[in-house]
């Protein structure tokens, strides 16, 4: 079975510095899918970047990248020039090819606070 | 425009008491899933359909019992409601194994 650690329970960090939020997962699988999500106190599950196994290039979109190390089994996400509005919930979630186990397998949270 | 759409947003009832929870999506995804995040935020797949055909169904009291009409929609009846059922239910849809995509979540309160 997959499992998702998120070791950072809590994070602050001022409006429009870096901040990097870290997850390690562990599989036996070769490939795989790998997300951040975000869920703000509206409490709606918001995507915010997908990142597939077999691809070596680090997914972005927009201020948000990825540093995918995948013998290390780690997938750390980036906010750059952070907004008031990343202040949310982050997880960080694993989902396999497998017919029949497309499943998220979620980790903790890390919850963030954009300080203005 | 709503993609994923659940109804009630919130759901107050009794213990004992039997409720539904509807889903629908129009995003023409051919699977979709029933997600449970309890008061710590921990979220947890509870069942996913493709094409009306339950795949996955982890280890959820039968109490819980997921139907799916058709592809659009996945709606959750839950018989003899717990205090532990408390909780804010997902519902999720993807095509094979894209993306989910989210619903607003389902806050249950139970009494």
């Known amino acids: 079975a997959q499992t998702v650690t998120q070791s950072q329970p809590e994070m602050s960090v001022q409006e429009a510095e870096t901040v990097t939020l870290s997850c390690t997962y562990d599989?036996?699988?070769?490939?795989?899918?790998l997300f951040w999500y975000k869920q703000p106190p509206s409490r709606q599950m918001i995507l915010v970047i997908r990142?597939?196994?077999?691809?070596?290039q680090n997914a972005t979109e927009n201020r948000f990248s990825v540093n995918f190390q995948k013998a290390a089994k780690s997938f750390s996400l980036k906010i750059s020039d952070s907004q008031l509005g990343d202040t949310a919930m982050y997880f960080c979630?694993?989902?396999?090819?497998?017919?029949?186990?497309?499943?998220?397998?979620f980790g903790t949270g890390t919850r963030l606070t954009i300080i203005p | 425009d709503t993609a994923v759409s659940q109804t009630p947003k919130y759901l107050v009832t009794q213990m004992g008491n039997d409720k539904s929870i509807k889903c629908e999506q129009n995003?023409?995804?051919?699977?979709m899933y029933w997600y449970k995040q309890d008061s710590k935020k921990f979220l947890k797949i509870m069942f996913s359909?493709?094409?009306?055909?339950?795949?996955i169904n982890e280890t959820v009291p039968n109490r819980f019992s997921p139907k799916s009409p058709d592809k659009a929609h996945l709606n959750l009846h839950i018989n003899s409601l717990e205090l532990g059922d408390s909780a804010v239910y997902f519902c999720?849809?993807?095509?094979?194994?894209?993306?989910?995509?989210f619903g607003p979540g389902t806050r249950l309160l139970v009494l």
């Open positions: 995003l023409g995804h051919d699977t």
């Open positions: 999720a849809s993807s095509h094979m194994d894209e993306t989910q995509y």
């Open positions: 359909y493709n094409n009306k055909e339950l795949i």
């Open positions: 599989t036996s699988e070769s490939n795989y899918y």
């Open positions: 990142q597939e196994a077999y691809k070596q």
């Open positions: 979630a694993f989902m396999s090819t497998f017919f029949g186990n497309e499943k998220l397998t």
